[in-house]
């Protein structure tokens, strides 16, 4: 069983609607993190949590919402969708052991297809 | 603005020659830099790495280097294989204060012919 999971796979939805895209991990690492990538942009982080209790914006929050319902669940949701939040989205988690010359190595889930009518 | 760039999008070599990915920063206060791969419907997987007090770091046929005063690093696959076609991005860290957060390029992708 893969150790970072995400559902949907692939979404369609239209513009204004809300949607939720989840993330489960089993590989018992206290931070996770959403990010989008899109063509030529690379990825970009979106939020990222370092406990259930600590929640902090990335580069590119506006527009999105997360909720951190258990150290393995990390939940992206957007309000009201619009075309231009069209990508795809990536979770990852890390054990947080990273320092100075020494880096918190992430592991990502398979990805969210998401595409905004 | 792009602090990790990587600047040639795509890289097409042939089987058993060398790949050379390239990738700039414009922060030095990075200290710690990763590559990672990614196929297709898949999500990137961690491949080597390298810390700013190193200038080269091998793990089997994949080597980094990292020139500091270039604010350049890049990585070598010798030989290349058909299975290494792929995506690869480069990322780097600010560790002080052990904020996690990594700063990705833009990715290149790799094309190896047989």
Known sequence: DADVTQTPRNRITKTGKRIMLECSQTKGHDRMYWYRQDPGLGLRLIYYSFDVKDINKGEISDGYSVSRQAQAKFSLSLESAIPNQTALYFCATSEGSGGVFRADTQYFGPGTRLTVL | ?114
């Open chain 2, 1 to 114: 603005d792009q602090q990790v760039k990587q600047n040639s999008p795509s890289l097409s070599v042939q089987e058993g020659r060398i790949s050379i990915l390239n990738c700039d920063y414009t922060n030095s206060m990075f200290d710690y830099f990763l590559w990672y791969k990614k196929y297709p419907a898949e999500g990137p997987t961690f491949l080597i790495s390298i810390s700013s007090i190193k200038d080269k770091n091998e793990d089997g046929r994949f080597t980094v280097f990292l020139n500091k005063s270039a604010k350049h690093l890049s990585l070598h696959i010798v030989p290349s294989q058909p299975g290494d076609s792929a995506v690869y991005f480069c990322a780097a860290s600010h560790g002080s204060g052990n904020t996690g957060k990594l700063i990705f390029g833009q990715g290149t992708t790799l094309q190896v012919k047989p």
